[in-house]
Nanobody
Framework: QLQLVESGGGFVQPGGSLRLSCAVSGFTVDSYAIGWFRQAPGKEREGVSCIDNIEGNIYYTDSVKGRFAISSDNAKNTVYLQMNRLKPEDTAVYYC??????????????????????WGQGTQVTVSS
């Protein structure tokens, strides 16, 4: 069955880096788009980045452009989110998810959590001095 398992979260000082992993089972990362979302306490879930190997698209929300990089490894069936120059406002639980439509055709679709119907359990990222 479908399964998404996030890992790689932790505590880091501002300016530091983390790499999140989303290990996939039940399908291959080149057959579905995968999105990363985050949710901070008291805030709505926010779309961070998507990779769509079907359509060949990658999207980032403006607040992480130039700092975060999404990638996939077909051999490991894993999607990564490399997060550099982390800021306290990046503190959140990070989730990976797959869309009901399997692909993502636009930035708006990438950041719309309602377009995604299967989610991992999340991994906590805390950025603090």
């Amino acid at each position: 069955q479908l399964q998404l398992v996030e890992s790689g979260g932790g505590f880091v000082q501002p300016g530091g880096s983390l790499r999140l992993s989303c290990a996939v089972s039940g399908f291959t990362v080149d057959s579905y788009a995968i999105g990363w979302f985050r949710q901070a306490p008291g805030k709505e879930r926010e779309g961070v980045s998507c990779i769509d190997n079907i359509e060949g698209n990658i999207y980032y929300t403006d607040s992480v452009k130039g700092r975060f990089a999404i990638s996939s490894d077909n051999a490991k069936n894993t999607v990564y989110l490399q997060m550099n120059r982390l800021k306290p406002e990046d503190t959140a639980v990070y989730y990976c998810a797959i869309p009901a439509a399997r692909y993502i055709s636009s930035y708006d679709s990438c950041v719309d959590s309602d377009a995604f119907d299967f989610w991992g359990q999340g991994t906590q990222v805390t950025v603090s001095s």
